[in-house]
């Protein structure tokens, strides 16, 4: 008895409907990175573990897609390691790739290997799938693709502000109304672990913090503690979790709070030169919220960090994201060259689309007409005209059997054909086409020429 088929958990099969949208956003986002000056790159689907591991700080680390090395990859494992099942040490030596996690670190990666080819600032942007071993939900999957663009070598929070321009052009282009642009600086959060004496569990603060809007304060105070965090250090950030008001209003408490932090002090004056930037060069469908408690949890951001919440009245986690990263390429021997990005979630877009009803209708239709198929003669008729409309870019199909009229026609209805075009004995003879519209039921007797000018 045959198997029955079934998909890996978090990834999924596209119907050619749901091509056509995913392509439709991804053209206005990459006519959107092309107007703002980026260049297209692709990197490979895998990469050495050396490239990947440690990057993501150990919470990401676990979420990575390991490939088992090809062969007897067993033959290299040490048997004391093999008996003790210390998975830590096996993974080690049975694999030596993952599949990429974002799109980042492989671009870190890239810049340094091709740094004597790059002109800096380098602006590039990239499309294309990664893959997390994280658990499926709605609007999460293992497997997904992600929209990234960064300026790489340059320190400027012009580059800030260009992105938030860019993300707010793409949400106009693509009729999504009420998105927030969520911003916060890592400095900020730096500056508060270093005034309730966490800075050396900066890492653990911000993993936790990032949480905040899954397990809700509690759990990330429950998460604090169990890293270390001590109670007292943990009762210091009731202003954090409790700081509500307009983006001034927010920096004024900052300030305040921040005061004697030098790192912390820089974190607002950052925000504050975007935020004046962004009032003299106002959004059109976005608004610029002041969120004190985003964190971001990767490691690697230094500055400046955005995520952006789709609209109140779709229930959906970030549809954006991203930050400024000061030393990225450190991590592959290139020091000191900043860099800022951002990414789009074309997933939850898509599902953003989909529940807002956005969606152009004229994806319904894929090809202007189809052709009844009445025999071979009539067929060859048929391809003749079929191969001429097409050499003027007129998308139309031919029903590649000569089966019952009722099935054929039952097959247009489905694909949503707005024509189709009859030719029996009689348009043999004339040398003439019966185009029928589908919606109305009116049929004429026309030209190729004729058909031709009401197919266009």
Known sequence: MATKPSLPKGTRDFSPLEVERRDYIKSVITQNFKKYGFQAIETPSFENNSTLLGKYGEEGD?????????????????????????????SLQITEKSLRYDLTVPFARYVVMHQNEIDFPFKRYQIQPVWRADRPQKGRYREFYQCDADVVGSKSLL????????????????????????????????????IIGATDQ???????????????????????????????????????????GSFEEQLSILSDLLANSAIGKQ???????????????????????????????????????????????????????GGRYDD??????????????????????????????LFPESFAVVSKALFINFGDKEALYCMEAIHQL??????????????????????????????????????????????????????????????KNLLA
């Open 267 to 321: 974190g607002i004056e950052e925000l504050q030169f975007i935020a004046d930037a962004i009032q003299n060069m106002p959004l059109k469908s976005a608004s610029l919220v002041l969120n004190i408690t985003l964190a971001r949890g990767l490691d690697y951001y230094t500055g400046c960090i955005f995520e952006v919440a789709a609209p109140d009245e779709v229930q959906l986690g970030s549809i954006g994201g």
């Open 62 to 90: 676990r979420l990575i897609f390991k490939l088992l090395n090809s062969g007897d990859f067993l033959k290299k494992v040490k048997s004391e390691d093999y008996v003790a099942k210390d998975i830590q040490k096996l």
């Open 202 to 244: 900066l890492i653990d603060f911000t993993v936790a913090l990032d949480k905040l809007d899954k397990i809700g304060r509690e759990g990330v105070e429950k998460e604090m503690l169990a890293k270390g965090i001590s109670q007292k250090a943990i009762q210091q950030l009731s202003p954090v979790f409790e700081t509500k």
């Open 390 to 451: 097409r050499a003027n870019n007129i998308a139309v199909e031919l029903y590649p059997d000569s089966a019952k009229m009722k099935k054929q026609m039952n097959y247009a209805n489905k694909r949503n054909f707005p024509y189709v075009v009859l030719v029996g004995e009689s348009e043999l003879q004339a040398q003439k086409f019966t185009l029928k519209n589908m919606k109305t039921g009116e049929q004429n007797l026309v030209s190729l020429i004729e058909l």
């Open 328 to 357: 990225l390429t450190s991590i592959f021997g290139m020091k000191d060259v900043s860099g800022v990005g951002i990414s789009f979630g074309l997933d939850r877009i898509y599902l953003v689309l989909e529940q807002l009803d």
């Open 159 to 194: 580059q800030e502000i260009d992105f938030i321009h860019l993300y707010d052009d793409v949400f106009t282009d693509l009729k999504i109304e009420g998105v927030k642009i969520q911003v916060n600086n890592r400095k900020i959060l730096s500056g508060i672990a270093e």
